[in-house]
């Protein structure tokens, strides 16, 4: 399974790298997805990286101050975030699609596997 961390408690404009790793396994070969989910709000997407690595995503909310890649060591997968805002503020989730060497998709039922979440909460 899926395990996030990095999660914290920021000030807004401050920034946060959440790391995503599977418990028995690298992902070098997985497509990843980044979906978060704000209090009394659905699951929505922010980012996603296909196991190649050569056609990321981001929502449009966050272009510009997330970024996400991949450790040179492939076994994990990272979330930097800029320029945190009270609007980011929810629990943050990595999710893999069932099949290796996939492309990536900026929806949750493209994802098969996901991992309970790090919370992310910016307040001043």
């Known amino acids: 399974h899926l395990v996030e961390s990095g999660g914290s408690l920021v000030q807004p404009g401050e920034s946060l790298t959440l790391s995503c790793a599977a418990s028995?396994?690298?992902?070098?070969?997985?497509?990843i997805g980044w979906f978060r989910q704000a209090p009394g709000e659905e699951r929505e997407a922010v980012s996603c990286?296909?196991?190649?690595?050569?056609?990321?995503h981001y929502a449009d909310s966050v272009k510009g101050r997330f970024t996400i890649s991949r450790d040179t060591d492939k076994k994990t997968v990272t979330l930097h975030i800029n320029s945190l805002q009270p609007e980011d503020t929810g629990v943050y989730f990595c999710a893999a699609p069932r099949d290796l060497f996939t492309v990536c998709r900026m929806w949750s039922k493209w994802y098969y596997v996901w991992g309970q979440g790090t919370q992310v909460t910016v307040a001043a």
């Open positions: 028995e396994t690298t992902l070098e070969y997985h497509a």
């Open positions: 990286i296909p196991s190649s690595g050569d056609e990321i």
